[in-house]
């Protein structure tokens, strides 16, 4: 949350799979919210949805449920969360609602890894990952929630699952030892057809930089920058999180976000215009990071601070405005 956050705590209308319609490409931010997650009460492990208008007006409590609920993507008007509701603590089901907290559904009777996930086809598919005997595969699944392929990795370990535009690849990150705590682990980007063929790995982490703790991020869950033959990720290196950049082919890598901060979970806007993150100045191990939602216009590199109190707020993504709610102005 990923819940992954916690030993200690350290997004996406098209960033893993589906592109928009042509009139949400001419108007990239018209009727946008950030949908995001928030860390309500630590006694209880209590996590909520909100979301906000892009300047942080009209902010809302969606899912006002007690336990664990925790947005990982979204397609249109629509939000894919993982939750605990109703089952055992921390036992992940995929659930959907739209961008108001209403029509909420179970999509699958699987339980889920605390994972990302993507989708295709106009928001037909997802690709999610599945726990219990199937954790060395990735299921392909319908909007009911039916199993319509499973994508064997070859991996001890892999996690957060993203679409490629065109549907036709997978990129993933993965590890060749199961648990972090295993000698050996260090998680990378890694991308395969999705008939299961032609497995690659992506990133290479420096072998020079030795600051990433046993539990940080090496690479961190992709996206798929909109428009762009990139993929984004966060990374731990010189001592704090930044979100990067690289081609599929695994070249030309590059750094977005700046040192002498943490940036990780994010998402784009449908044309690749804006970047979404959580961020926290970094801090020490002892003490308990405070993420705020940060929005970055890549056209000027301009970044505003959107959310500025004392709770932790994680893993923004954009989603559309429910039809009914949406303002009739262009921002």
Sequence with gaps: MSLRSLIPIVVLLAACGDPQSSHEEKRPTADLRIAFNVYTNTPEDNYEVFVMDLDGANRKNISNTPGVEWVY???????????DRDTCHRCYFLYEMDADGNNVRRISDHRMQDSWMGSRFNGAEFIVDPKGINDTAFFRLDTSGKVLDTLYHGLAYANDPCFSPDGNQ?????????????????????????DGTGRRQLTHYPANDTTAEWWAYHA??????????????????????????????????QQLTPDGFDEDWHAWSSDGNWLVYSGTPVVSDEDRPVF???????????????????????APVFVRAPVGTRPGAYP
């Design 170 to 194: 997978v990129v993933f990150r993965g590890a060749n030892a199961k648990f972090k705590q295993d000698q050996g682990y260090y998680d990378e980007l890694y991308i395969i057809n999705t």
């Design 73 to 83: 993507a979204a397609y249109g008007d629509r939000l894919l969360f993982l939750s």
């Design 220 to 253: 961190g869950p992709p996206q798929w920058v909109p428009l762009s033959n990139r993929i984004s990720y966060c990374s731990k290196r010189k001592g704090n999180l930044s979100i990067f950049i690289i081609k599929p082919d695994g070249t030309d890598e």
């Design 292 to 314: 705020d939602i940060f929005l970055m216009d890549m056209r000027t590199k301009h970044v505003k601070q959107i959310t500025t109190d004392t709770l932790s707020e994680q």
